[in-house]
């Protein structure tokens, strides 16, 4: 599990940062990109990476503003012109829907893939046998959504040293134990998975949130997670603008990752008001508050590890 | 009077050649630019070039693919927000309204400049005391237009040695003569300007063709034209490729300059299928019909100069 920043800048996009975009890789979990907003040029920016669009599998869209869904229209039509065959899922705020069947049909781009659009609401959006999505409405005066993506807890490693030092030979009965099933043996004793496994390891939990004031439903979906990012569009000092336009400063974005104890925080959506020689100076006001901050830049790339017990 | 290529490749973005936008600069004529098909990325582009987007007074759309459009709304709402006020026109076929109107709707951007929109169909679509632009449908499957932009011609220079040796001296009276206007002097002399006026200087033509197969329509817009600038999607082997996909070759558009007894040719909307070292035998392959060809590369910047008599 990846996370790759391709925009990082707000509102317009700037030399050294575009407009939004966030790759969730997951090419290991399940050999495919989960992509969060969609801004102007994200998929130039992809032309920069290693990122393969016909692995993109689900966009979630934040909310509808420009510099987050500009660049969607291009990106799935060249997906399809780049040889992409298999289903793409959209979740988004209501309208995402009109904005992209608008788009591709004035333009008379034909997907050669099927393309599924869901408008979302509160609650879980998503949820197979690895993962579940939880989105919650942000402050930011149009409908901002927060996605919470949560890995499923993983059963605990086989003790196999031990079932071997109880007579019990490996075979397919090792496949049951290791679900956590209980077998009888042909001696007939009769065995529980669950007493040879260690401890469950708990599933990583991300939290990508949309443009947003500080607000209650940030700190549920950030809640003890691994990785929380959150916008940064002003510096500590400018509340007030960041409250006038319905956005957020370095030290509110550290506040929530102190309230919601969260692990990682990451500063995004950086305006580009603030010069590369300021950025440093942003990520330490957050720091003073919440020390396991870094700030995003575009083409970061960073691994979230896998818990170990 | 300058033109500066802003993405000169065909259907989607490649790292040396972004999708379609041309500027005509009419700084010295107009103060302002006039943009010809906005792709994805096109303010991206403007960004490493000195236009200024406020300067943008009006966009012409050939035809409607994606390639030509989904940049139109990222570059609208930047104007705003970087100040723009004046008013900015959009011309293009039928649907580029709805395209626009809902882009903006859905994305909540709201302009800070009056904007309109004007669905064209063939013939003059716009007239001033400078300029005269006419449009023609081409040949693309989808509605594709061709624009022949034409400057007025100007009155001829004044000869101000023969008035003085003539004498009548300078003063208000020049300016009328200037204008190819009868004066009755104070000794009862009649001088018609048009006798002391030198030749006029004939007016530019340029023509910007949208994506097209070769037709009859395009060498009409192109007649004469200083400068044609023509797509040329397919190498001169790819007569078959070129008619199954409505797009043309190089020597097709060579051909079609050659017809049109045209000065110049730019070949634009390349496919990234030919990679930079077979740009130089693309151009030869148009050079062997029409010897004034050049092959159009992004941020490629080139002076249209008046004419001289
Ligand atoms: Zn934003
Ligand atoms: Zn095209």
Sequence with gaps: MKLLFLGTGAGVPAKPRNVSSLALMLL???????LFDCGEATQHQILHTS???RKIEKIFITHLHGDHIFGLPGLLGSRSFQGGETELTIYGPKGIREYVEVSLRISQTHLKYPLSIIEIENGVIF???Q???ETLLLDHGIASYGYRI???DKKGTLDADRLLSE?????PIYKLLKMGETVTLEDGRVINGINY????IKGRVICVLGDTRPCENAVTLASCADVVIHEATFSADSDEMARNYFHSTTAQAARLALNAQADTLYLNHISSRYLKEN???LTEEAKAIFPNTKMAYDFLETTIDTHKN
């Design 28 to 34: 290991e979990e399940r050999n495919s990109i989960w």
């Design 197 to 200: 496994l260690g401890p469950e």
């Design 150 to 152: 949560m890995e499923k």
């Design 279 to 281: 950025w440093n100076q």
């Design 127 to 129: 949820e197979d046998e």
């Design 51 to 53: 990122l393969k669009p």
């Design 131 to 133: 993962f579940t999505i």
């Design 167 to 171: 007579g019990i030979p490996p075979g």
